[in-house]
């Protein structure tokens, strides 16, 4: 079982700075990938940011050149720098890992989401 709990969301004028805040938590289990997504209102969420274990990462087209991913592994925290804001990045965003969970001597692979924090760009 693991749990995320993500932070950082908030109000911030277009130009302006954001970093957001995902840590993992629970017992048996090893971090895969992680992401990040937003939802825009009446959507489905999308892909902002993913980083492999490996320090692999990929970026949206929307958000390439702005936005930074990265992680701590010691802490199995995960981070989004937010740059240059533009009013249309205004969304509901998610951290989500794909893990390893060993549960009895069979990893299983499986996916986690946080709660989701809100992040408002004002032009």
């Known amino acids: 079982q693991v749990q995320l709990v993500e932070s950082g969301g908030g109000l911030v004028q277009a130009g302006g700075s954001l970093r957001l805040s995902c840590a993992a938590s629970g017992s048996r289990f090893s971090i895969n990938a992680m992401g990040w997504y937003r939802q825009f209102p009446a959507k489905q969420r999308d892909l902002v940011a993913r980083?492999?274990?490996?320090?692999?990462?990929n970026y949206a087209d929307s958000v390439k050149g702005r936005f930074t991913i990265s992680r701590d592994n010691a802490n199995n925290t995960m981070y989004l720098q937010m740059n240059r804001l533009k009013p249309e990045d205004t969304a509901v965003y998610y951290c989500?890992?794909?893990?390893?969970?060993?549960?009895?001597?069979?990893?299983?692979?499986?996916?986690?989401w946080g709660q989701g924090t809100q992040v408002t760009v004002s032009s």
């Open positions: 989500s890992v794909l893990v390893s969970e060993r549960l009895g001597a069979i990893p299983i692979p499986k996916v986690y």
């Open positions: 980083i492999s274990s490996d320090g692999n990462t």
